[in-house]
C-alpha cells in the first residue's frame, strides 16, 4: 500500500455553523462544500489546505458516533484520512497484518470517495480512514 497524501483529518463539531467561525473567520479559510451523509448520520463541511481537507463531522442523530464520540471525549480531532490508489487492495493488505478493519470493503463516503475504516485499536490510537478517489 502506498499513501500518497493525508487527504483529510476529520475533526468532530457540536456545530458547523459555531466551528466554521474558527475556520474561515481567524485561519481564514473557505469552506467549499458542506455535505449530509446519511449513511453516516453526520454533516461535514470541507476546506482545503494544499490538498489536504479538513472535514467537520458534525452529527444529525444524537445516537450517531459522532455524537456519541463527543459525549466521551468532547469536540477534536476524530480521525486521519490517507489517500491511496487502491482500497481494496490496501485493506487486503492492512488485514493480512493483522489490523482490525471497521469495513471489510470500502464504502461511499463524503465527496464520491470510496472510503473504509481502519479500527483505532489497531492504528495506534488514532481512528484511520483509507480513500480512494474513484476513477473516472
Ligand atoms: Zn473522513
Redesign the pocket.
Given at each position: 500500500m502506498k499513501i500518497n497524501h493525508i487527504e483529510?483529518i476529520?475533526i468532530a463539531v457540536k456545530s458547523i455553523e459555531e466551528s466554521r467561525k474558527f475556520w474561515e473567520g481567524v485561519l481564514g479559510l473557505t469552506c467549499y462544500n458542506i455535505e449530509e451523509v446519511p449513511d453516516q448520520k453526520v454533516r461535514t463541511a470541507f476546506f482545503m489546505i494544499g490538498q489536504t481537507k479538513i472535514?467537520l463531522?458534525e452529527s444529525t442523530d444524537p445516537e450517531g458516533t459522532i455524537a456519541k464520540f463527543i459525549e466521551k471525549k468532547g469536540e477534536g480531532v476524530h480521525?486521519i484520512?490517507y489517500s491511496v490508489d487502491d482500497a481494496v487492495s490496501a485493506l487486503q493488505e492492512m488485514d493480512a497484518k493483522g489490523v482490525q478493519l471497521i469495513d471489510k470493503t470500502p464504502r461511499k463516503?463524503?465527496e464520491g470517495l470510496n472510503?473504509a475504516f481502519l479500527h483505532p485499536r489497531s492504528t495506534a490510537g488514532i481512528l484511520t480512514?483509507l480513500?480512494e478517489h474513484p476513477k473516472h
Open positions: 483529510h476529520g472535514e463531522l480521525h484520512a463516503g463524503a472510503i480512514e480513500c
